[in-house]
T-cell receptor, first 116, second 114 residues
């Protein structure tokens, strides 16, 4: 079965640079969630999109922005990178409808970002 | 205080043992309960998904939800070395028509030795 695809898998950036992370949800899934997982930490919710509209916002820095496109893929844009942004960034997708969620969240393999 | 509490372990058991993993939570509005397995440097892999209270069984895995006690459990029967991983509980409140963000426990590191 198709899974969530994330690219790139690894990314090394310098401080103050920008980065763009991409997420391709499972086919037919209409909702995308972004999470950040620091070393030894549990995943922390950043932001989510349902049918291309932002549906919820968590502890996402103002330096970060995200969007969901017409083909349901999503991009997380990170600017003015800081050392503390080094983490695993996961995208998860689900199928949800006006009648309530039909499937739970399935996670991608993550993008490992290292800021030097 | 985190909304979801989970003993980080580590937990070490012999092959064939029954493993019990648990989480407690404080938000009575949680309706969806999940268990994920995460291998080192990999994405969380969904194991079990339960709505509201009750039990759910899938092969060697059984998930239990007790909303009255705000307590969820995952049991692994006949544990195998390949079960060695970090197990994360997660839960959410339905938000409009969407599942809503997941709130995770810290994860329990499990090692099953041959």
């Amino acid at each position: 079965a198709a899974g969530v695809i994330q690219s790139p898998r690894h990314l090394i950036k310098e401080k103050r640079e920008t980065a763009t992370l991409k997420c391709y949800p499972i086919p037919r899934h209409d909702t995308v969630y972004w999470y950040q997982q620091g070393p030894g930490q549990d995943p922390q919710f950043l932001i989510s999109f349902y049918e291309k509209m932002q549906s919820d916002k968590g502890s996402i820095p103002d330096r970060f922005s995200a969007q969901q496109f017409s083909d349901y893929h999503s991009e997380l844009n990170m600017s003015s990178l800081e050392l503390g942004d080094s983490a695993l960034y996961f995208c998860a997708s689900s199928l949800e409808s006006a009648g309530g969620p039909l499937e739970t969240q399935y996670f991608g393999p993550g993008t490992r970002l290292l800021v030097l | 205080q985190k909304e979801v509490e989970q003993d980080p372990g580590p937990l070490s058991v012999p092959e064939g043992a029954i493993v019990s993993l648990n989480c407690t939570y404080s938000n009575s509005a949680f309706q969806y309960f999940m268990w994920y397995r995460q291998y080192s440097r990999k994405g969380p892999e969904l194991l079990m998904y339960t709505y509201s209270s009750g039990n759910k069984e899938d092969g060697r895995f059984t998930a239990q939800v007790d909303k009255s006690s705000k307590y969820i459990s995952l049991f692994i029967r006949d544990s195998q070395p390949s079960d060695s991983a970090t197990y994360l509980c997660a839960m959410s409140v339905e938000r409009g028509s969407t599942l809503g963000r997941l709130y995770f426990g810290r994860g329990t590191q499990l090692t099953v030795w041959p």
